[in-house]
Every structure is written in structure tokens, then in C-alpha cells.
T-cell receptor, first 108, second 118 residues
Framework: QKEVEQNSGPLSVPEGAIASLNCTYS??????FFWYRQYSGKSPELIMS????GDKEDGRFTAQLNKASQYVSLLIRDSQPSDSATYLC????????FGTGTKLQVIP | SAVISQKPSRDICQRGTSLTIQCQVD?????MFWYRQQPGQSLTLIAT?????????ESGFVIDKFPISRPNLTFSTLTVSNMSPEDSSIYLC???????????????FGPGTRLLVL
């Protein structure tokens, strides 16, 4: 069983729409949760971190965490073509484990 | 966050040779890691680079194939030894730091080294 699971996509959304990216994890003791964005040919870039249940907003990005259901999501409002990238979910239990990533395509 | 640089940014190597990748951080960090990302795949942790002691390797990775040095808190090297085409990958250096005093540790990545083995 994978420790951190993401739908590989691609997830296609029209420009201006809300993109919703989901991630589930297996270790109930996980304490820290991260979303990284990775453009093709580039290294991962941290965009959001969340540590407690609920929502955390940063500009157009909102991270949502539900520890009881063991899922974390990332919402991107007013999606732009420049948001087209692979989004990696990462979860820290004893160490950080990365999901396989969801490829997002924002269609102009 | 810390600024991380890696050298070389890319290389093309012949089978059987070795390549050493350098990672330099602009501030002292306790934790440094080396990851591999094969084409179309996610990140796989190779090892944790420990300052002043042997690196801690993940399952499937051995010191003879991936020797790591960590002479101080700002620098580390990863060597890919006796390379084969299967070693073609992106190799990423990562550091962990707390953004604020008492904050949660977060990992940041260097720009990566793109390796092609022929």
C-alpha cells in the first residue's frame, strides 16, 4: 500500500476555474503536510504547508486538511495557464514521503 | 529559506564512469538529503547526509554505489559510481529548516542535476 496517494491526472481545468487536487495518506501519526509545485524540467517548489485540521489560505491557494479522513487537498482559485505543472503532496510521519504527483493542465 | 545550488546542472556520462554532484547551501543546515527522480516518477530518497558521520541510506541504495560526503553544515556531495543507463535521472539535493524559530521543519530543494548515462 502506497503511503501517500495522488491521482496522476492529467487534471484539465479551464482558465479561471478552481482546480482541486487531492491526496490521501496512510500513517495516522502524520503531523506535517506539504504541497510542492514542479514545472517540467525544474525542481519542486514549496507552495503550501499545513499542520492542523481545517483550511489554510495563501493568495489563490487553499490547503485543506482532514486528519480523521487522512486526506489533504489543494484548491487553486482563478487557475492560470502558468499554474500548469505537477503538484506533489508530501506528508511527514517519521520522515517526509512524497506522492507521485498530479499533473494539472490549465486550458486558456 | 536557504539558497541551494548544485553542480553540475546537467551531464552526459559514459557507462562505467562515476560522477560527483555538489550541493552548496548559503546557510548552515542540520539536515541534508539526496533524492532521485527518474523520468515521469516522483521523488525517491537516496540517503540522509549526516555531518561528520556516514550517511543513512534508504532501502535499495548502498554506499558503494552512492557514496556521500558531508564535511560541514553547508556542503555535501553525492557520487554516482559505475554508472549504467538505469542511473539516468534527476538528482536533487534537499535541506530541511524551520522558517521561523519554533516553526515546523520544511524541506527545500536545489535546482537538480540532470544526468544522462549512455
Amino acid at each position: 500500500q502506497k503511503e501517500v496517494e495522488q491521482n496522476s491526472g492529467p487534471l484539465s481545468v479551464p482558465e479561471g476555474a478552481i482546480a482541486s487536487l487531492n491526496c490521501t495518506y496512510s500513517d495516522r501519526g502524520s503531523q506535517s503536510f506539504f504541497w510542492y509545485r514542479q514545472y517540467s524540467g525544474k525542481s519542486p517548489e514549496l507552495i503550501m504547508s499545513i499542520y492542523s485540521n481545517g483550511d489554510k489560505e495563501d493568495g489563490r491557494f487553499t490547503a485543506q486538511l482532514n486528519k480523521a479522513s487522512q486526506y489533504v487537498s489543494l484548491l487553486i482559485r482563478d487557475s492560470q495557464p502558468s499554474d500548469s505543472a505537477t503538484y506533489l503532496c508530501a506528508v511527514r510521519y517519521q520522515k517526509v514521503t512524497f506522492g507521485t504527483g498530479t499533473k494539472l493542465q490549465v486550458i486558456p | 529559506s536557504a539558497v541551494i545550488s548544485q553542480k553540475p546542472s546537467r551531464d552526459i556520462c559514459q557507462r562505467g564512469t562515476s560522477l560527483t554532484i555538489q550541493c552548496q547551501v548559503d546557510s548552515q543546515v542540520t539536515m541534508m538529503f539526496w533524492y532521485r527522480q527518474q523520468p515521469g516518477q516522483s521523488l525517491t530518497l537516496i540517503a540522509t547526509a549526516n555531518q561528520g558521520s556516514e550517511a543513512t541510506y534508504e532501502s535499495g541504495f548502498v554506499i558503494d554505489k552512492f557514496p556521500i560526503s558531508r564535511p560541514n553544515l553547508t556542503f555535501s556531495t553525492l557520487t554516482v559510481s559505475n554508472m549504467s543507463p538505469e542511473d539516468s535521472s534527476i538528482y536533487l539535493c534537499s535541506v530541511e529548516e524551520a522558517r521561523l524559530a519554533g516553526g515546523q521543519e520544511t524541506q527545500y530543494f536545489g535546482p537538480g542535476t540532470r544526468l544522462l548515462v549512455l
